[in-house]
T-cell receptor
């Protein structure tokens, strides 16, 4: 079974430039998460989708970040314009969550390491 | 609020045991444990649910004290492959489905 796929793996951009990350979750997983992980820290949730619906985007800096999940499968996360503080690893994860199982195990992709100069 | 993990780092010799703790200030529905090796994605180890149900890795054990809002991960007879950073993620009753991760515990197993 294929895991969570993310691209690109690495991205270096200058500040004020736009950048986009792509994620393809495990087939059949209805829930998709975007996390940001700073060096030496645990992942921090940016947005959570259940199918096409963003059910938790309270941590997403909406002035510069946007996300979408096309047809409830693939997802893209965009930053425009990027700032120096956005340098981090952006992780995508997916899980299969049923009504009774609130906290299904999450499967993470390899992440995109973003460097803003 | 972010759960607190302890210790922050631990160094072991192969075959030694370790315990990693995770403590929250909130009433928890579940605790998840993940291991992340340098430059790689976090890998699921275990879920501990309210009521005692557990799902996860056969060779790793953990406990969840709902009353104390704490969980502990037990690594016995450690192997070199156990090296990495261990994260607990907590899910509380008010934010179903959302995990808040601790700052991590770095484990190094030496030959």
């Amino acid at each position: 079974e294929a895991g969570v796929v993310q691209s690109p793996r690495y991205k270096i951009i200058e500040k004020k430039q736009p950048v986009a990350f792509w994620c393809n979750p495990i087939s059949g997983h209805n829930t998709l998460y975007w996390y940001r992980q700073n060096l030496g820290q645990g992942p921090e949730l940016l947005i959570r989708y259940e199918n096409e619906e963003a059910v938790d985007d309270s941590q997403l800096p909406k002035d510069r970040f946007s996300a979408e999940r096309l047809k409830g499968v693939d997802s893209t996360l965009k930053i425009q314009p990027a700032e120096l503080g956005d340098s981090a690893v952006y992780l995508c994860a997916s899980s299969l969550v049923t009504g009774a199982d609130r906290g299904g195990e999450q499967y993470f992709g390899p992440g995109t390491r973003l460097t803003v100069t | 609020q972010q759960p607190v993990q302890s210790p922050q780092a631990v160094i072991l010799r192969e075959g030694e045991d370790a315990v990693i703790n995770c403590s929250s200030s909130k009433a928890l529905y579940s605790v998840h444990w993940y291991r992340q090796k340098h430059g790689e994605a976090p890998v699921f180890l275990m879920i501990l649910l309210k009521g005692g149900e557990q799902k996860g890795h056969e060779k790793i054990s953990a406990s969840f004290n709902e009353k104390k809002q704490q969980s502990s991960l037990y690594l016995t007879a450690s192997q070199l492959s156990y090296s990495g950073t261990y994260f607990c993620g907590t899910e509380d009753y008010n934010q179903g489905g959302k995990l808040i991760f601790g700052q991590g515990t770095e484990l190094s197993v030496k030959p």
